[in-house]
């Protein structure tokens, strides 16, 4: 059963005087839906789901790692050309 990111009750002028709301709960029910796919049980897929979630995690931090890298030698040649 997929879950309505809308109160039933909410006045059509309600959702479009606030998009930030809208674009709120259209993403939670992104989450609540994809949640809801992950449940299927096996160990494979239990395996596969953890490796996908360990592989993304290290990209995330490679990523803001490379950018944290990049500003430390960017403030760093900023500091050297002031002096």
Request: glycine letters at 4%.
């Amino acid at each position: 059963p997929s879950r309505s990111p809308f109160n039933r009750n909410e006045s059509r002028t309600q959702i479009k005087g606030n998009p930030e709301s809208l674009k709120s709960r259209h993403a939670l029910a992104h989450l609540h839906h994809a949640e809801e796919q992950l449940k299927s049980s096996g160990p494979a897929l239990n395996l596969l789901r953890s490796l996908i979630s360990i592989a993304t995690d290290v990209l995330i931090w490679l990523s803001t790692w490379g950018d944290s890298s990049r500003m430390t030698h960017a403030l760093k040649a900023a500091k050297q050309s002031q002096v």
